[in-house]
């Protein structure tokens, strides 16, 4: 069996992620369970700005994302999580497994503790009864159970690819409106 191969046999399908207000909160996974990023969060008018200082307080970030349906790959071989517009994979054929990283340009990072990192519609949490029921999801269980409770609304969650965690930067293509993640600082900790 060829390298490629294997590779592609390692590979799953892409999660869904859908945006509605335009913008993207990526963070551990942990933090929205974690009362003190829940409480900087100022639910109602002042939520936008409160979660963008949240997030940046707590190691992730809010990025603008257009709206809509977002296919959410992961290549551990590449190091590299891609969001792609569903319009964009339907409309090209493109199943964005190649990703020219010259094209973006860097619009935060995110700090994955957890091994988990969530992508989700910044305007879904500014809801505190789903942030409660998360916390609660995780607390009796367990981290699967959460993460899946956060893919049946609408978010996706990825591994990061470093068991000691990650400080991933957030990459932004204007001309396709794709995001992707990868590693851009690299430290040896051995």
């Given amino acids: 069996m060829s390298e490629d191969s294997v590779h592609e046999q390692n590979r799953r399908p892409p999660e869904e992620l859908e945006i509605n207000s335009g913008a993207m909160l990526v963070v ?17 008018p002042g939520f936008k700005k409160s979660v963008e200082e949240a997030a940046l307080l707590f190691g992730g970030a809010v990025v603008p994302a257009g709206k809509g349906k977002y296919q959410v790959e992961r290549d551990a071989q590449e190091s590299l999580i891609h969001l792609q517009p569903e319009e964009k994979v339907l409309e090209d054929g493109d199943d964005g497994r190649e990703v020219s990283r010259e094209l973006f340009e860097s619009v935060g990072r ?36 959460a993460r899946d409770f956060l893919r049946s609304k609408g978010a996706s969650v990825k591994y990061g690819f470093n068991r000691f ?13 794709s995001i992707a993640l990868w ?4 430290e040896d900790i051995s």
């Fill in 28 to 44: 551990d996974q942990f933090m929205l369970g974690n009362p003190q990023f829940v409480g900087k969060l100022e639910f109602g």
């Fill in 110 to 145: 995110v700090f994955v503790d957890t091994r988990c990192v969530v992508f989700v519609d910044a305007g879904l949490i500014n809801d505190k009864n789903l942030l409660d029921e998360y916390r609660k999801s995780r607390l009796e269980n367990g981290e699967k159970q």
């Fill in 165 to 177: 965690g990650d400080e991933l930067g957030i990459f932004h293509n204007s001309s396709t409106g």
């Fill in 183 to 186: 590693p851009d600082v690299v």
